[in-house]
Each structure stands twice: as C-alpha cells, then as structure tokens.
T-cell receptor
C-alpha cells in the first residue's frame, strides 16, 4: 500500500522563477494538505484541497496556489520565488470527513532558492 | 486562533533513561492533539493522537501522552529511550470539524539527543 508520494525530492530554483511541486495521496485518501517547513521550524499550513477545491488556507500570499486533480493528486505552485521560500514542503493526505483521523505525511520536497 | 508551545528546544537524555517532552496548547474548545517524529531530512511520522475519551493515549515505539485539560498540556513520555529515538519531535493541535484536523498548527519542535 503506497503512502503519500511527493516529487521531486530536491529542487534548486533561482529567485523570481516559478516552481511546481507534486503530491500523490495515499491510496483511498481524497483530501490533500500542503505545509511549509522552514529550517529549524515546525510545519506551517499552506492550504488544503478536497473535491478539487481549496477548502482552507493558511497565512500565505497569493504567490502560493494549488490544484487538485480528479484522481486526488495535487500540485503546489509558487510564483516569483523569494529566498525565504527555501524550505521543506510537505504534503499530507486523509479521507473526508476528517474527524477521528490523522493525516499521512509524505517525505517532502526540499526547495532551495538561490 | 490555536497555538502550540514546546518549551524545550533541545533535550539530551542517556540511553535507557526516561523521557518527557512538554507541549502546551491554546484552543477554544476540545482540541485534536498529535505528536509527530521527524528524522533528519524526512517527513513526519505520527506517534500518537488524542481526539476524545481516555486522556492517556498509547502510541507507537513505546510512547504515550497524557491530555490534561486543566493545564492545557499534552506531554509525551517514554519510560526508557533507545538510541534510535534521537530525532525532532513535534506537537500539533487541530481544530474539530470535517477538515479541522487536516489544518494542523505545529510547535517549533524539540530536538532529542541520546547519549550512550
């Protein structure tokens, strides 16, 4: 049973560029959430997708956008990259409704902006 | 707004000794509470969770945590640590609701070092 799969594992981008990160949820899961974890910090919630719509959003600028596909996989897009966007980006999946369940996290994508 | 405080940035424990990692939360209602562990460069692995019921919850790898509403705490304990327990530990709180426990608020983490 495959868990949450994220790609790529590592990525180096130049300031001002755009990046797309991908997440395949655990089999049977239909909800995907994205988190940003800066070095030495705890993860911070970016947003969450269910039924191809953004359901909740954290305190992140509009440069961060996402998408969910009919097969429940998801993308995180970041435009106009800043040096401060360098972080580990984690995807978590779960099955709606969420009460009584904990999400499953992937291993993350390490983004470095130079 | 919900928040989590992990007062200890770094803890060093001898192998075989007991462990307690502190977590205090702020949330207006009964929260969902979680402890995750993260090895270097890796994702998060769920150790245990509290949603309701018995305030003492058992998790994987011999960990347990106790929910104390009066103290707004959810401390993680292990009676005897192993060298493989060295990692970063995160406490998190989630709001109740259909999507609440997906929107987690994490603490800043406690780094655990094990000495022989």
């Amino acid at each position: 049973d495959a868990g949450v799969t994220q790609s790529p594992t590592h990525l180096i981008k130049t300031r001002g560029q755009q990046v797309t990160l991908r997440c395949s949820p655990k089999s049977g899961h239909d909800t995907v959430s994205w988190y940003q974890q800066a070095l030495g910090q705890g993860p911070q919630f970016i947003f969450q997708y269910y039924e191809e719509e953004e359901r909740q959003r954290g305190n992140f600028p509009d440069r961060f956008s996402g998408h969910q596909f009919p097969n429940y996989s998801s993308e995180l897009n970041v435009n106009a990259l800043l040096l401060g966007d360098s972080a580990l980006y984690l995807c978590a999946s779960s099955l709606y409704p969420g009460q009584g369940k904990a999400g499953t996290f992937g291993s993350g994508t390490r983004l470095t902006v130079v | 707004a919900q928040s989590v405080t992990q007062p200890d940035i770094h803890i060093t424990v001898s192998e075989g000794a007991s462990l307690e990692l502190r977590c205090n939360y702020s949330y207006g209602a009964t929260p969902y509470l979680f402890w995750y562990v993260q090895s270097p460069g890796q994702g998060l692995q769920l150790l245990l969770k509290y949603f309701s019921g018995d305030t003492l919850v058992q998790g994987i790898k011999g960990f347990e945590a106790e929910f104390k509403r009066s103290q707004s705490s959810f401390n993680l304990r292990k009676p005897s640590v192993h060298w493989s327990d060295a990692a970063e530990y995160f406490c998190a709180v989630g709001a109740q609701g259909n999507f609440g426990n997906e929107k987690l608020t994490f603490g800043t983490g406690t780094r655990l070092t094990i000495i022989p």
